[in-house]
Structures are given as C-alpha cells and as structure tokens.
C-alpha cells in the first residue's frame, strides 16, 4: 500500500481512506485470526491481517489514532483492536460540508 506515513496533517484522509478499502479484507480474514481470543498480535501479524504496514500501525498506534496495548517500546494488538480498527475505518473522517450561497454570505456579513 502507498500510505505508511501520516503525521496527522492533511495526509490523515488519506490513511482513513487506505484503512476503510482494507476492511473488507480484514472482515475476509478473520476467521484466519488466532484460535486463542485473548492472544496479542504484532504489529507484523496486525498488518498482515489488516493489510497494512507494520510501520504504519505503530506510526498511528504512537500518536493515539488506533487503539493498542504498549509494553515498553513493543505494540501489540488484541482481536478488539483489530475490531475497533475496522470500525474506526468505517466511520465518516470528515463531516458533508453544507453549501452556502454567496447572496446568503453577503446578507449574514450586511447583518453583522
């Protein structure tokens, strides 16, 4: 995949949009998932999984964008992770912007 950096600037669309074409994947590939609920995975066997750059997944996890466990400089990921990962994928990034006519712009500003 072509996105593994966001620093969260204006980049951060773009991640959302990767990670919500990979959720079909992921949903795919579940039943793949390790027999043992309570297992932690990787960054390396949550990409896989998801598709995705292990380096992206710790760049994202580091910054608070996806959820995660942390034992000292190690990521790892619960099947819940995974699972808010995809919901999180699905949700909207960005509001419908509304559409203002200039006529209405210029009535507010006069009222002002």
């Given at each position: 995949?072509?996105?593994?950096?966001?620093?969260?600037?204006?980049?951060?669309?773009?991640?959302?949009a990767?990670?919500?074409?990979?959720?079909?994947?992921?949903?795919?590939?579940?039943?793949?998932?390790?027999?043992?609920?309570?297992?932690?995975?990787?960054?390396?066997?949550?990409?896989?999984?998801?598709?995705?750059?292990?380096?992206?997944?710790?760049?994202?996890?580091?910054?608070?964008?996806?959820?995660?466990?942390?034992?000292?400089?190690?990521?790892?990921?619960?099947?819940?992770?995974?699972?808010?990962?995809?919901?999180?994928?699905?949700?909207?990034?960005?509001?419908?912007?509304?559409?203002v006519?200039?006529?209405?712009?210029?009535?507010?500003?006069?009222?002002?």
């Amino acid at each position: 995949m072509g996105v593994e950096r966001d620093h969260g600037g204006a980049g951060g669309g773009a991640v959302a949009a990767a990670i919500r074409e990979l959720a079909a994947a992921v949903r795919a590939t579940a039943p793949e998932a390790p027999a043992d609920p309570d297992a932690l995975l990787t960054a390396e066997e949550a990409g896989e999984l998801l598709q995705l750059s292990p380096r992206m997944l710790k760049d994202q996890a580091a910054v608070g964008v996806l959820p995660h466990r942390r034992f000292g400089k190690h990521y790892r990921f619960t099947r819940d992770d995974v699972t808010e990962i995809v919901r999180l994928s699905a949700a909207p990034v960005n509001p419908a912007r509304r559409r203002v006519s200039v006529a209405d712009v210029a009535q507010d500003f006069r009222a002002a």
